[in-house]
C-alpha cells in the first residue's frame, strides 16, 4: 500500500491545517491518489505574499555568504531522500523513476552550486571614472519578493532553478508549482524548512491557475519566474505590463529540432533523435518534435528511427528498465491524440502510429512518427505538441536546414549532428535558439549554463544560474575620495 500525501500550505513559516480540495492522481494508475490537496485561497495567496515580504529585510541584511550555507544543510537533505523523492515524482508525473532520480541529482547541482557561490559569486564590478578622485563602482541588489511559478514536468529541478538565485541574493520566496505535482512541491518545502530557511523566506501556495493568477496580480511581488506553456507565460506577462518594475523570467516551450547533417556518425544521430523525441515520453520543454535530416540519409534513418522507436517500452515508472513512462494525464493524451490525427488530415506521410492508448487505466501513448517535407502553413511541424509525436522532415542544403529550423514561433533548443566545425558554426550562428547541442541530444542542460530561448519561448531571462541576472537590479555607486566637487562630462562647479 502506497502512501497518500495530506496537502498543506506553508506561509510565514506556518504549515496550515491539510484540506482535500482536489485529488492528485498518478498518471501510470489513475485510481491511484497520491496525495490531496488545498486549492489556496486569495487570502491565502495575499497572506503568503505578505509573509514573503515580511522576511525580505531580514534575509536582506544576512550575509551573502550564511545565505548560502543554509543551502549547504538543504543539499545533505536532498542527498539523504534521493530515492524518496524519486519515487514519489515518478508516481506523481510518471517519468520513469532513473530520469526522476537525475532531476534529483539535477536539484542538487543547483543547490550545491548556490553554496558555491556564496563565497566565489560576483555580484558587481569596479569600473572607471572620468575624474582621477572618483571610485565608481557596480552592485546586484535583491528586488523583494519572487514568484516562482513551476511546471509538472521538472517538478523538482526548476523549482530549485528559481528558488536558488532568489534566496541566494537576498529575494524571498513564494512557490506555486503545478497542480500536477503538488506533493514533490510540498516534499521540497520541507526541506527548507528542515534545512533552517527562516520563515517566510519560501512560502508555498497550490491549486489551479486561479491562484497563480492571484499571486502574479499581487503588486508586492516584484518578479515572477515562470517555466510552462506559452498560453501561461503570455498571460503573465500582460498581467504585469500594469506594474511598472515587474520582472517577468519566462521560459515557455519550443518546437525544437535535431539536424542531421550528411556527414553525421549515423548510431548518434539516431540515438540523439530517439531521445530528443522520446525520453520523458516528449515531454521535455526542450524534447524535439523535429528531425531535421539530410535527404541522402532519410531513408536509412527513417527506417532505423522507426525500428527503434518500436522498440522502447513506455511502461510503469517504477521499473527503472522501461524507457519512459506514460503522459501526466487524460488531457496530454488527448492533445497528442488530436495532433496524430491532425497530421493524418494534413497529409503527411505516416511512418508509425499507435492503435490505440496502450494501458486503458494509464494515461501511456506510444510513439508517433511521420514523414514530410517543410510546407509553412503544416500545423503538426509548427506547433508544440508535448508528446512522442515527432516528424522527420528532409533538407538539401545547410541554409534549407537551418530555414527549416528557424520556420517556427519558438527558438529554444537546437541539436545539429555533423563532424565538421564549420558546419557547427553556420548552425550556431544562423539559428534562432537558447541551447544549441553538438552531436548530442536536444535536451540534456546543466544548471550553471542559462536555459532559456527567444521568440515564443522566452523573454531572455534565462533560468538556472543565469537567473541572478532577473532576480536582482545593478546599481550604480559612485564615491568622491577628494576634497572637493569635480563632475563628470567637465560641468562646472562653480556657485
Ligand atoms: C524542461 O524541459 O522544462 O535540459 C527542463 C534538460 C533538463 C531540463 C529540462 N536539464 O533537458
Redesign the pocket.
Known amino acids: 500500500m502506497t502512501s497518500s500525501v495530506s496537502g498543506r500550505l506553508f506561509v510565514g513559516g506556518e504549515w496550515l491545517a491539510p484540506r482535500d480540495d482536489f485529488a492528485d492522481l498518478n498518471p501510470a494508475k489513475l485510481d491511484e491518489v497520491v496525495g490531496t490537496f488545498p486549492h489556496a485561497t486569495p487570502e491565502e495567496v495575499a497572506s503568503a505574499v505578505s509573509s514573503a515580504r515580511d522576511a525580505f529585510p531580514g534575509w536582506r541584511r544576512t550575509s551573502r555568504i550564511l545565505r548560502a550555507e543554509c543551502f549547504d544543510r538543504l543539499a545533505q537533505l536532498i542527498k539523504r531522500d534521493t530515492d524518496a523523492l524519486a519515487t514519489l515524482m515518478a508516481r506523481e508525473c510518471g517519468k520513469n523513476v532513473t530520469e526522476c532520480r537525475a532531476e534529483v541529482v539535477?536539484g542538487l547541482h543547483m543547490v550545491q552550486w548556490v553554496f558555491g557561490s556564496g563565497r566565489t559569486g560576483v555580484y558587481g564590478e569596479v569600473v572607471a571614472s572620468e575624474i582621477a578622485e572618483k571610485d565608481a563602482f557596480t552592485r546586484r541588489k535583491p528586488w523583494g519578493v519572487v514568484a516562482v511559478v513551476t511546471?509538472w514536468?521538472?517538478p523538482f529541478?526548476?523549482p530549485l532553478w528559481m528558488l536558488g538565485p532568489s534566496l541566494l541574493e537576498g529575494n524571498t520566496c513564494v512557490f506555486k508549482p503545478s497542480e500536477e505535482t503538488p506533493g514533490i512541491a510540498q516534499r521540497l518545502v520541507e526541506l527548507f524548512a528542515e534545512a533552517g530557511f527562516p520563515a517566510g523566506t519560501v512560502n508555498l501556495v497550490q491549486g489551479s491557475g486561479a491562484v497563480g493568477e492571484a499571486l502574479v496580480k499581487s503588486p508586492s511581488v516584484n518578479v515572477v519566474c515562470f517555466?510552462g506553456s506559452y498560453a501561461v507565460g503570455r498571460r503573465i506577462q500582460e498581467l504585469s505590463a500594469a506594474l511598472p518594475d515587474r520582472i517577468v523570467a519566462a521560459e515557455m516551450g519550443g518546437k525544437n529540432a535535431v539536424i542531421v547533417c550528411d556527414d553525421a556518425r549515423f548510431d548518434l544521430a539516431v540515438n540523439a533523435g530517439i531521445l530528443s523525441a522520446f525520453k520523458t515520453t516528449g515531454q521535455?520543454?526542450?524534447?524535439a518534435s523535429r528531425i531535421i535530416v539530410h535527404e541522402s540519409l532519410m531513408g536509412r534513418y527513417a527506417k532505423a528511427f522507426v525500428d527503434t522507436a518500436k522498440r522502447l517500452r513506455f511502461g510503469d515508472p517504477l521499473d527503472p528498465k522501461n524507457f519512459a513512462g506514460p503522459l501526466v494525464n487524460r488531457k496530454g493524451v488527448e492533445k497528442v491524440l488530436s495532433y496524430n490525427a491532425l497530421a493524418k488530415s494534413e497529409g503527411v506521410e505516416v511512418l508509425l502510429a499507435p492503435d490505440q492508448p496502450a494501458n486503458g487505466n494509464g494515461c501511456f501513448l506510444p510513439p508517433f512518427v511521420y514523414r514530410t517535407d517543410a510546407k509553412p502553413n503544416l500545423r503538426v511541424t509548427h506547433e508544440e505538441v508535448f508528446g512522442p509525436h515527432v516528424a522527420l522532415i528532409p533538407f538539401k542544403t545547410d541554409e534549407d536546414a537551418a530555414r527549416i529550423y528557424n520556420d517556427t514561433e519558438y527558438g529554444l533548443s537546437m541539436a545539429v549532428i555533423t563532424e565538421s566545425y564549420r558546419r557547427m558554426r553556420f548552425f550556431r550562428d544562423e539559428c534562432e535558439y537558447g541551447?544549441g547541442y553538438v552531436n548530442l541530444p536536444s535536451?540534456?542542460?546543466?544548471v550553471h549554463l542559462p536555459?532559456g530561448g527567444v521568440k515564443k519561448s522566452g523573454n531572455g531571462h534565462p533560468s538556472a544560474a543565469a537567473l541572478i541576472e532577473a532576480v536582482t537590479h545593478k546599481t550604480a555607486w559612485t564615491v568622491n575620495h577628494g576634497t572637493d566637487i569635480k563632475m563628470a562630462q567637465g560641468l562646472t562647479t562653480a556657485i
Open positions: 539535477e511546471p514536468n521538472f529541478a526548476v517555466t521535455r520543454c526542450v524534447s541551447m535536451i540534456g542542460a546543466e536555459f
